[in-house]
T-cell receptor, first 108, second 117 residues
Framework: GQQLNQSPQSMFIQEGEDVSMNCTSSSIFNTWLWYKQDPGEGPVLLIALYKAGELTSNGRLTAQFGITRKDSFLNISASIPSDVGIYFCAGINNDMRFGAGTRLTVKP | GAVVSQHPSWVICKSGTSVKIECRSLDFQATTMFWYRQFPKQSLMLMATSNEGSKATYEQGVEKDKFLINHASLTLSTLTVTSAHPEDSSFYIC?????????????FGPGTRLTVL
């Protein structure tokens, strides 16, 4: 099946630092999505990417759809404590598949 | 808009009992809803796709007789865990698909934490 490899698995950073995480796949996806999940909650969509090479920002978040359509990255600039959570990438072809998640901890 | 609710938010039950979880799209109609399962510190695993007015489509390895899905209306899907056992304890999350372009977006519910004693 379509496997998404998301890394890193976890990150421990200081408030104010920038964060980068990525997803790669052996398969091509038509759409890449990035979600954030707070503890005990469902995922919330952060950014959606529709075209290869597309670079999209949402506040301090920036994500890119890789040229090969097999990868995507998410950057968070100037992290703050409320950025804590699990970030998931998801790729869509006929269905949606999730990466394993990146657990982010931000120290004040 | 695009709010999805789940009920209950948490449930504790005895082994052998059945538990029903509801997923509702509050402000849009969803022909398709999805049920996910999430173990601690793990990703979301798709269990089944729920289609209004037809049988659900289950992912490989998911027992359809154990996890009964009923998509009775365009705003409601239910997941019933039958004869629950401790290994069924997990966080169950539904999502509802809203038609749109360039893709049909999924909106997630807040999840239901099931603990089977």
């Amino acid at each position: 099946g379509q496997q998404l490899n998301q890394s890193p698995q976890s990150m421990f950073i200081q408030e104010g630092e920038d964060v980068s995480m990525n997803c790669t796949s052996s398969s091509i996806f038509n759409t890449w999505l990035w979600y954030k999940q707070d503890p005990g909650e469902g995922p919330v969509l952060l950014i959606a990417l529709y075209k290869a090479g597309e670079l999209t920002s949402n506040g301090r978040l920036t994500a890119q759809f890789g040229i090969t359509r097999k990868d995507s990255f998410l950057n968070i600039s100037a992290s703050i404590p409320s950025d804590v959570g699990i970030y998931f990438c998801a790729g869509i072809n006929n269905d949606m598949r999730f990466g394993a998640g990146t657990r982010l901890t931000v120290k004040p | 808009g695009a709010v999805v609710s789940q009920h209950p938010s948490w449930v504790i039950c005895k082994s052998g009992t059945s538990v029903k979880i509801e997923c509702r799209s509050l402000d849009f109609q969803a022909t398709t809803m999805f049920w996910y399962r999430q173990f601690p510190k793990q990703s979301l695993m798709l269990m089944a796709t729920s289609n209004e007015g037809s049988k659900a489509t289950y992912e490989q390895g998911v027992e359809k007789d154990k996890f009964l899905i009923n998509h009775a209306s365009l705003t409601l899907s239910t997941l019933t865990v039958t004869s629950a056992h401790p290994e069924d304890s997990s966080f169950y999350i539904c999502s509802a698909e809203r038609a749109g372009a360039p893709y049909n977006e999924q909106f997630f519910g807040p999840g239901t934490r099931l603990t089977v004693l």
